[in-house]
């Protein structure tokens, strides 16, 4: 790697990092205002419960710290890849404000030797996005889930159904710090689990692990069945049913095997971005979820696993109209390069879409938009000024 190399390199991370610095800052600015009477709240009720009279400055800053330090790696997943085309289209910008380009072609150096270098800058960044969401989001997850000035309780959940088993699950109300459901109900549908239509009522219901520490069910305290002294006895279960329904130590305690997990009760199939891409890959072969679910899971799963190619054939067709040999005004080019960016997006926007809606497979939807820009790619290379 040359000196100039590690120069435009440089350039390259400096402009994704006053790029992000600059969203985050202008994200947290908006936001902060809007909640601020929500985090003093928060902040007066931790003070309470300590036996204190307020909670202080220091106190709601910390809570504003804490909320925003866990954003802060969610919003770097969120516009990273954006940043990352930015930042190249820029890099290249400065150079030829600069009279950095010139120079460099005159001594032989083509521009596609600098866009190598482009390349490799966006591959590092591709590499903290993917640490960050393989490793980092899924175990803040919870605090990702939490709104502004709350304590991590939310209201009411809706039903959700086990379609392997045809189980419905259902609960007053979640705890998100503990993971907990507060009066849950747990509704066996026959002949699967049972032969005749049974409610199992339980006061609370905590995650159920095995010894890998994978949730697999639930462990049911305070279980009541209205009418009975015994309530797993009373259950008319069939051979599966017992496999997935067994009794706890006491009378009022049970567990149930089930993979409708906590995030799954409270996200409604929807929040895949807080997943490893493991998980998600498990999931696609998970029976209780819907059609419509894993439909949409699948498509999400194949983007994000190409989502790096994407970014990289996103950069090789903006190059072009940035350094056009046929023009040398860089306010004709950005405006050119413009247009083309917002023509890929409504056009990869276009394609997720008719995924979602069913209209097309999901592979198509994935890599139907990477096979026409990266044709696209190789066809706009000729404009590049060499």
Same mark, same amino acid.
């Given at each position: ?81 954006? #940043?990352?085309? &930015?930042? *190249?289209?820029? $890099?290249?910008? =400065?150079?030829? @404000?600069? +009279? ?96 005749? #239509?049974?409610? &199992?009522? *339980?006061?609370? $219901?905590?995650? =159920?692990?095995? @010894?890998? +520490? ?101 950069? *090789? ?7 056009? @040999? ?61």
């Amino acid at each position: 790697m040359t000196i100039f190399d590690r120069y435009l390199l440089r350039r390259y991370w400096h402009v994704f990092g006053v790029g992000f610095i600059a969203l985050f800052g202008l994200y947290f600015v908006i936001d902060v205002f809007t909640n601020v009477t929500d985090f003093i709240d928060q902040a007066n009720e931790a003070a309470k419960k300590k036996g204190l009279a307020s909670p202080g400055a220091f106190a709601i800053v910390a809570t504003i710290g804490e909320y925003y330090s866990y954003r802060a790696l969610y919003f770097f997943g969120v516009v990273g890849p954006t #940043l990352e085309v &930015i930042s *190249a289209m820029v $890099a290249m910008v =400065l150079m030829q @404000k600069h +009279g950095e380009l010139n120079p460099i072609l005159s001594a032989g150096i083509s521009t596609f030797r600098l866009g190598q270098t482009l390349f490799i800058g966006a591959l590092v960044v591709e590499g903290l996005i993917l640490l960050n969401q393989e490793f980092v989001i899924p175990r803040i997850a919870v605090h990702l889930q939490v709104d502004a000035g709350h304590d991590g309780v939310t209201g009411s959940i809706d039903p959700v159904k086990d379609f392997a088993t045809d189980m419905l699950i259902v609960g007053k109300r979640l705890h998100l710090a503990e993971e907990r459901i507060e009066g849950a109900e747990f509704v066996l549908n026959p002949p699967k689990l049972c032969d005749n #239509l049974a409610t &199992i009522y *339980a006061h609370e $219901a905590t995650p =159920l692990h095995n @010894k890998q +520490g994978r949730q697999i069910g639930w462990k049911l305290k305070g279980v009541s069945i209205p009418g009975e002294t015994n309530p797993y006895e009373s259950l008319q279960l069939t051979s599966l049913g017992r496999q997935h329904v067994k009794p706890g130590p006491t009378p009022d305690e049970m567990s149930i095997r089930t993979e409708v997990g906590f995030d799954r009760l409270y996200n409604r199939d929807s929040q895949y971005e807080y997943l490893p891409t493991w998980e998600l890959w498990r999931r696609l072969r998970n029976p209780s979820f819907s059609h419509r679910s894993l439909r949409s899971q699948n498509l999400y799963l194949q983007t994000r696993l190409t989502r790096w190619i994407m970014n990289l054939i996103v950069v *090789a067709v903006g190059v072009p109209f940035v350094v056009r @040999k046929e023009s040398t005004s860089l306010l004709t080019n950005l405006a050119m390069c413009s247009g083309v960016m917002g023509l890929m997006m409504g056009v990869n926007q276009l394609f997720l879409y008719m995924g979602k809606a069913n209209l097309i497979r999901p592979e198509l939807a994935v890599f139907a938009p990477i096979i026409i820009w990266g044709t696209a790619a190789a066809w706009f290379s000729g404009l590049v000024r060499t």
